[in-house]
């Protein structure tokens, strides 16, 4: 029996100090432990160290519990970790992505820019041929519109 409570407190301590998976001891399994120990032989003074047992075992799956719930909490601790670097990843990426559009419009901003900056040297390249063609057809409405007239 005793070496039943010293492989259970063995257990508990290698449960407090190591990250146990909540899964590792299963409810069923504590319970399992706790009848073990009313089944094994009782020794002389029986009923206190029945009571000792259940209360050591009743602190044992305390710990184990609390062991459990402690990598409950790291691997929620860990699980927010991984979510914040996502979202660190996404807003790289969104960033990213951004900077990219505004490149690009930027470049047709000066495409645009750099067109309308040809168009208007070409005009004013050949003033000549854009003064004769306005006066020609200032000149037909002028005599458009005195055969109208007419």
């Known amino acids: 029996m005793e070496r ?4 259970i407190r063995l257990a508990a301590k ?3 100090s190591e990250p146990v998976k909540p899964k590792d001891l299963t409810e069923n399994e504590a319970q399992q432990m706790v009848t073990d120990i009313k089944a094994a032989p009782e020794s002389e003074d029986s009923e206190t160290s029945k009571e000792l047992t259940e209360q050591e075992v009743h602190r044992m799956i305390v710990e184990m519990r609390q062991a459990a719930e402690k990598a409950d909490s790291e691997e929620a601790a860990e699980r927010e970790m991984q979510r914040m670097v996502d979202e ?3 807003a790289t990426e969104e960033q990213v992505e951004e900077e990219a559009e505004e490149r690009a ?4 901003k000066r495409r645009q820019r750099r067109r309308k900056i ?4 070409r005009r004013s390249k050949s003033p000549s041929r854009s003064r004769s063609r306005s006066k020609s057809h200032s000149g037909r409405k002028s005599r458009n519109r005195s055969h109208s007239r007419r």
């Open 4 to 7: 039943m409570v010293a492989e």
């Open 14 to 16: 290698q449960t407090a």
């Open 88 to 90: 660190m990843k996404w």
């Open 105 to 108: 419009y930027l470049e047709r």
């Open 118 to 121: 040809e168009r208007s040297q």
